[in-house]
């Protein structure tokens, strides 16, 4: 088990920013529903350049930084990854279908083998 400690905010300023960026993006949408007389390109507009802006605020703040750094650390590592060649992609699919198949086929086997011990012969309904 990991020992990882998790990271709040503390930062009075932070948490002002974090929770500025929530109320930009309420904003927006709150925009988009009231502008609904408007052409839809201005009221996705507004929605987007809400989002748009709460972004910023979020990411000058430091967690904000923190999972910018993370993401970038994760693209990077997606990248180290041996990803499998198509054909060994195509192997695996099938297999799994095949998989699936006869463990399908092995439950119809024994619900109709359970089926028949029940009503056939404990209870003789058919």
């Known amino acids: 088990m990991s020992n990882t400690s998790v990271e709040t905010v503390t930062s009075t300023s ?4 974090l929770g500025l960026a929530v ?3 309420i904003a927006g949408i709150v925009g988009f529903s ?4 408007q052409p839809m390109a201005l009221r996705i507009g507004v929605f987007v350049g809400g989002l ?3 972004a910023i605020i979020v990411w000058l703040s430091e967690p904000g ?5 993370f993401a970038g650390e994760a693209y990077n590592e ?3 990854v041996s990803w499998p060649t198509r054909k060994e992609t195509t192997q695996m699919t099938g297999i799994v279908f095949a998989f699936v ?3 399908g086929l092995l439950m119809w086997v024994f619900d109709k083998g359970i089926e028949w011990i029940l009503y056939g012969l404990l209870l003789g309904w058919k």
């Open 14 to 17: 932070d948490r002002v920013k």
């Open 23 to 25: 109320l930009v993006v």
């Open 34 to 37: 009231v502008l609904s007389a």
């Open 52 to 54: 748009v802006l709460a």
């Open 65 to 69: 930084r923190r999972t910018v750094a």
């Open 78 to 80: 997606t990248k180290r």
């Open 101 to 103: 198949a006869i463990t």
